[in-house]
T-cell receptor
Framework: KNEVEQSPQNLTAQEGEFITINCSYS?????LHWLQQHPGGGIVSLFM???GKKKHGRLIATINIQEKHSSLHITASHPRDSAVYIC???????????FGQGTRLTINP | DSGVTQTPKHLITATGQRVTLRCSPR?????VYWYQQSLDQGLQFLIQ???????AKGNILERFSAQQFPDLHSELNLSSLELGDSALYFC?????????????FGPGTRLTVT
């Protein structure tokens, strides 16, 4: 079992739908990162969070430390949101990130 | 644009060869991380440098080495290349050494070993 598990692996939705991507981790962490990887390969850091909730535009990330679970939500999804979304956990007392396998999101117009 | 630059963008080479990938961090960032993304393994952390010193090591093969120079740019050297080394190699930079700040990713170098 991977230390960081994401679900679903693939998600296809219609423009305007509310999207949820889940991330579960099995070890104690000090922070969780959400990344977006575009079809061209470039990676953009969306959020880094260690508790609670963060919002940026139509994107919301939440984390529940007790349940070792984080979610990334996209409201009013748009075809330009189509990308691979990756969560990454930073272990307590460590610098390195452990990555989930990614969720491939496709938003159809 | 993250402010992190990587060269070259693409590299095609043969098995057994040696290559050097280069990364320049964002202005002001002292920490550089190297990652490998292959189709079967996903993203994996290789190594981290902070202000010229190695700070953390991940799944980096002995055939691979890295360094960070006084001007803070970093190089990842891959030698005795094998087909399985074909991957996207990303570097990222951050202000802090302890992972407590956002990481900004470069555009990546796509390495193809034939």
């Amino acid at each position: 079992k991977n230390e960081v598990e994401q679900s679903p692996q693939n998600l296809t939705a219609q423009e305007g739908e509310f999207i949820t991507i889940n991330c579960s981790y099995s070890v104690g962490i000090s922070a969780l990162h959400w990344l977006q990887q575009h079809p061209g390969g470039g990676i953009v850091s969306l959020f880094m969070l260690s508790s609670g909730k963060k919002k940026h535009g139509r994107l919301i990330a939440t984390i529940n430390i007790q349940e070792k679970h984080s979610s990334l939500h996209i409201t009013a999804s748009h075809p330009r949101d189509s990308a691979v979304y990756i969560c990454a956990a930073r272990h307590q007392g460590a610098q390195k990130l452990v990555f989930g396998q990614g969720t491939r999101l496709t938003i159809n117009p | 644009d993250s402010g992190v630059t990587q060269t070259p963008k693409h590299l095609i080479t043969a098995t057994g060869q040696r290559v050097t990938l280069r990364c320049s961090p964002r202005s002001g960032d002292l920490s550089v991380y190297w990652y490998q993304q292959s189709l079967d393994q996903g993203l994996q952390f290789l190594i981290q440098y902070y202000n010229g010193e190695e700070r953390a090591k991940g799944n980096i093969l002995e055939r691979f080495s890295a360094q960070q120079f006084p001007d803070l740019h970093s190089e990842l050297n891959l030698s005795s290349l094998e087909l399985g080394d074909s991957a996207l190699y990303f570097c990222a930079s951050s202000v802090r050494w302890d992972g407590g700040s956002e990481q900004y990713f470069g555009p990546g170098t796509r390495l193809t070993v034939t």
